[in-house]
């Protein structure tokens, strides 16, 4: 069965500072990984995908995920984070008709 | 732009009653999903639905969970007899394929009280 790992509920960083949030997926051939992003009361917001093109995929709000098949991994960054960015975000997986959704990361920025 | 809604909102029901949670998907999608979030937990899947029929569901939806596409543009999540447990964030999702290359948009979500 499909399965996604993030390590780390919460993460905090400073306003401006580089932001990691690390996900990892279970070995499935082809993975379809995406990470969406909820802000607080309100629904999920796909941030981007990745599909088996470039391994290097560039989504909204200037995020940006690396896959990299040797380490299972879809580790999502900023170079510089905002306050906006504050919210829950979410790794997930598509596999036999459906999204496996990791645990969530809570993003904190201190300003 | 296209998107998904659901109502209502928030839903408060007491234990025991039926509950039908409704969704109007992206009109031209043809896979439709039902997902979960208890309060601080991850989301969940319930059900993926295609050509009128559940293509997949999890161990959570089990017989008091059913989904209908009564008229073509709503797609709805029914609970026979609310639990407690079942006071959850209810997400509803559409895509144009089911092969993962399309993205699944979400609804707003429905909250479910159950009391």
């Known amino acids: 069965a499909q399965s996604v790992t993030q390590l780390g509920s919460h993460v905090s960083v400073s306003e401006g500072a580089l932001v990691l949030l690390r996900c990892n997926y279970s070995s499935s051939v082809p993975p379809y990984l995406f990470w969406y992003v909820q802000y607080p009361n309100q629904g999920l917001q796909l941030l981007l995908k990745?599909?088996?093109?470039?391994?290097l995929v560039k989504g909204i709000n200037g995020f940006e995920a690396e896959f990299k098949k040797s380490e299972t991994s879809f580790h999502l960054t900023k170079p510089s984070a905002h306050m906006s960015d504050a919210a829950e975000y979410f790794c997930?997986?598509?596999?036999?008709?459906?999204?496996?959704f990791g645990t969530g990361t809570r993003l904190t920025i201190i300003p | 732009e296209p998107e998904v809604t659901q109502t209502p909102s928030h839903q408060v029901t007491q234990m025991g009653q039926e509950v039908i949670l409704r969704c109007v998907p992206i009109?031209?999608?043809?896979?439709f999903y039902w997902y979960r979030q208890i309060l601080g937990q991850k989301v969940e899947f319930l059900v993926s639905?295609?050509?009128?029929?559940?293509?997949?569901k999890s161990e959570i939806f089990d017989d008091q969970f059913s989904v209908e596409r009564p008229d073509g543009s709503n797609f709805t999540l029914k609970i026979r007899s609310t639990k407690l447990e079942d006071s959850a964030m209810y997400f509803c999702?559409?895509?144009?394929?089911?092969?993962?290359?399309?993205?699944?948009?979400f609804g707003q979500g429905t909250r479910l009280t159950v009391v």
């Open positions: 009109s031209n999608h043809l896979y």
């Open positions: 639905f295609y050509n009128n029929e559940i293509s997949e």
């Open positions: 997930a997986a598509f596999g036999n008709e459906k999204l496996t």
């Open positions: 990745y599909t088996s093109a470039a391994t």
């Open positions: 999702a559409s895509s144009l394929t089911g092969q993962g290359r399309a993205e699944a948009f």
